[in-house]
């Protein structure tokens, strides 16, 4: 038993704005939500497709941006370990002109032949020149002697 409803037409008007704009709040809704405002190909196909490759060639330069900066940073670090080096450099070139001058000042002052022949103790050589010094043996001379393998 179904009953009829009758609705004037200022009703039935009313009724229908009121429909529509549920749908538009829906529709904004979904824009929010979506951050997009054009989600489907439906809705406006030649802003979506625009849309949608803009959203990849960001999406493409975001991924070249990234490497970028990844590149300075390596560079940054480089020139970073370059200016060190070179701050050790300087500073190992002074040590060695501190060493070079402290050497100059301190010779020893030796005068006459002394200064020729002077070496320290126990390394003179009292053997002539061109004679060498055969290795000392042990008592057992035999066993210093290698042995062939196997035997």
Same mark, same amino acid.
């Not at 809704?29 to 060639?57: E, H, M």
């Not at 330069?61 to 300087?90: E, H, P, Y």
């Given at each position: 038993?179904? #009953?009829?409803?009758?609705?004037? $037409?200022?009703?039935?008007?009313? %009724?229908?704005? %009121? ?5 538009? @709040? ?6 929010? #939500?979506?951050?997009?405002? /054009? ?13 949608? #490759? ?9 991924? %070249? ?11 940054? $670090? @480089? ?9 050790? +450099?300087?500073?190992?070139?002074? /040590? +060695? ?5 402290? @050497?100059?000042?301190?010779? =020893? ?6 200064? /020729? ?17 055969? =290795? ?6 035999? @066993?210093?002697?290698?042995? =062939? +393998?196997?035997?």
């Amino acid at each position: 038993m179904p #009953s009829a409803v009758t609705l004037s $037409a200022a009703t039935r008007q009313n %009724l229908l704005s %009121l429909q529509d704009t549920a749908a538009l @709040a829906s529709t904004n809704q979904n824009r929010l #939500s979506t951050g997009k405002k /054009v989600n489907t190909a439906l809705d406006n196909p030649v802003n979506f497709f625009t849309a949608s #490759s803009l959203t990849d060639r960001a999406a493409a330069l975001s991924g %070249l941006l990234g490497g970028i900066s990844n590149g300075i940073q390596t560079i940054q $670090a @480089a020139a970073k370990g370059v200016d060190t080096l070179t701050a050790l +450099v300087k500073q190992m070139q002074s /040590v +060695v002109s501190q060493a070079q001058s402290n @050497a100059t000042t301190n010779l =020893p002052k030796l005068q006459g032949t002394q200064a /020729v022949n002077r070496r320290p103790k126990g390394t003179q050589d009292r053997r002539p020149k061109g004679t060498h010094r055969p =290795p000392r043996m042990s008592a057992n001379a035999e @066993a210093d002697v290698a042995q =062939p +393998v196997g035997s």
